[in-house]
């Protein structure tokens, strides 16, 4: 008979130092004692992946991605390894696995890999033998055998992949917050934590700055349908269930309020509004690897015309070095950028089928006297680029505004308790 599969993943504060890696080593034997197989994805410990990319970066400004790669796996070795012993200790068989190990390939990209294969044997054959298994999460190997990183957070997706691929029954992401909430509670402290957010909410609040799940993780989920439960590692609090949009879910018309400052703007002015200009510088950004996020075209003047888009902080040299390149060729003004602007986001399933959401998004930040620079929306999403330095005041705003402290349960009040309690023990 089959035993059900859970799949476990545990986030760099979880495992920050030996005291937590042991509570951690605790929960995860009390799941193989109630009878399930367990696999556990774990993170390096808690600031190690900045702190090597840190002694990389003084050693090179312009560090070869490969190595990169080669030196942060380094910080998920150590913690998958520490916990084994942690699990060992307790009389719990496990099994520490690298991600070449586990046999996790993933195609050349260093340092944002995508996975193109698993080969589950090795797990099974662990799993039958009774032993838990423990995975380094965000690495695996390319066709050449080198060791690649699947870009920052990866853990959430090498553990929903690992999940997809041995049939887990479901995917635990442990963290140092309770579950998904309406904001990120460090920014928002009235934030309340959401008992069920379907995979599109979760898809957009993850591409839009809400970091507590890496965006891939979310579109494997989705993709496979396999259920997600984010939760925290410091209580046995239910956390919040990622699942297919179904008609037990409630649909407040906003689910979540998001902000995301690590975006830059580059204009290039005085473009000719000729056919095929657009074309052309996007697609010198596409083949510098560069995704773009929005884009505004103003209107035309003497047939000239200033084009705008948004994209991350780290890829801005990048992207103006490849515009400046493309300037004379096409004929336009001049190319400029500003850094200091930030993206914030309302989410919600509901909006489908409320009319006025954008509305009063927009009244409210004018309200507060917030210049809207850009706008983008989807079926389920209206994000405004702003200034950065408004951040706070507009989230805190849309947050109030759309009412979002509000809602069915009365959970409030223990839920800023419970994230005051576990920022400290978190220590952060
Ligand atoms: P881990 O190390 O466990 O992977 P992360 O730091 O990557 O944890 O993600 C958890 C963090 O995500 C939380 O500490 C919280 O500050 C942040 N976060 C941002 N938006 C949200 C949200 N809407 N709900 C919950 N957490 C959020
Ligand atoms: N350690 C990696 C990071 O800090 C991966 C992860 O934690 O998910 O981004
Ligand atoms: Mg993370």
Do not use: W
């Not at 504060?13 to 937590?20: F, G, I, L, N, Q």
């Not at 963290?175 to 009235?190: C, E, K, Q």
């Not at 705003?397 to 409030?412: D, I, M, V």
């Amino acid at each position: 008979m089959k035993r059900n599969l859970v799949v476990q993943k545990f986030g760099g504060t979880s495992v920050k130092d030996a005291e937590r890696i042991k509570a951690v080593a605790q929960r995860i034997a009390k799941t193989r004692e109630s009878g399930k197989d367990v696999v556990v994805v774990v993170s390096a410990m808690a600031g190690e992946t900045n702190r090597l990319l840190d002694l990389a970066r003084q050693i090179s400004e312009n560090p070869n991605r490969r190595e990169i790669d080669l030196l942060l796996s380094s910080g998920e070795r150590v913690s998958c390894a520490l916990l084994a012993l942690a699990l060992h200790e307790l009389g719990c068989p496990a099994v520490a696995l690298t991600g070449r190990q586990m046999g996790l390939l993933t195609d050349g990209s260093h340092t944002r890999a995508r996975i193109k294969q698993i080969d589950g044997a090795r797990a099974r054959k662990i799993l039958q033998e009774n032993h838990v298994v423990v995975v380094a999460g965000f690495q695996g190997i390319n066709e050449q055998g080198d060791v690649t990183t699947l870009g920052r957070g990866g853990s959430d997706t090498s553990a929903v992949a690992l999940a997809v691929a041995l049939d887990a029954d479901l995917c635990e992401i442990y963290t140092d917050v309770s579950g998904v909430f309406t904001a990120d509670p460090r920014l928002v402290p009235d934030a309340r934590k959401l008992n069920q957010v379907s995979f599109e909410e979760m898809l957009e609040m993850a591409s839009l700055g809400c970091k507590v799940l890496q965006i891939r993780s979310v579109e494997f989920a989705r993709n496979f349908n396999m259920p997600l439960v984010v939760r925290s590692s410091y209580n046995d609090n239910p956390g919040t269930l990622i699942v297919k949009e179904n008609e037990n879910m409630e649909q407040p018309v906003v689910s979540a309020v998001t902000s995301d400052t690590d975006q830059s703007k580059i204009t290039v002015s005085g473009v000719p509004d000729q056919p095929g200009i657009a074309a052309k510088i996007f697609s010198a950004l596409a083949t510098g690897n560069l995704s773009v996020d929005m884009i505004i075209q103003n209107v035309s003047e003497q047939k000239h015309t200033d084009i705008s888009f948004t994209l991350p902080k780290s890829c801005v040299t990048e992207a103006r070095a490849i515009m400046e390149e493309l300037v004379p060729e096409i004929h336009a003004g001049k190319v400029s950028c500003a850094a200091d602007i930030s993206k914030i986001s309302i989410v919600g399933a509901g909006m489908r089928s409320h009319p006025g959401v954008a509305a009063k998004m927009f009244e409210t930040l004018s309200a507060e006297k917030i210049n809207i620079m850009m706008i983008s929306t989807s079926e389920i999403r209206i994000s405004c680029i702003i200034e950065e330095q408004h951040t706070q005041r507009a989230l805190e705003s849309l947050h109030k505004a759309f009412r979002l402290e509000l809602a069915e349960s009365t959970e409030t009040e223990t839920n800023k308790a419970e994230t005051a309690r576990e920022r400290k023990a978190a220590g952060s």
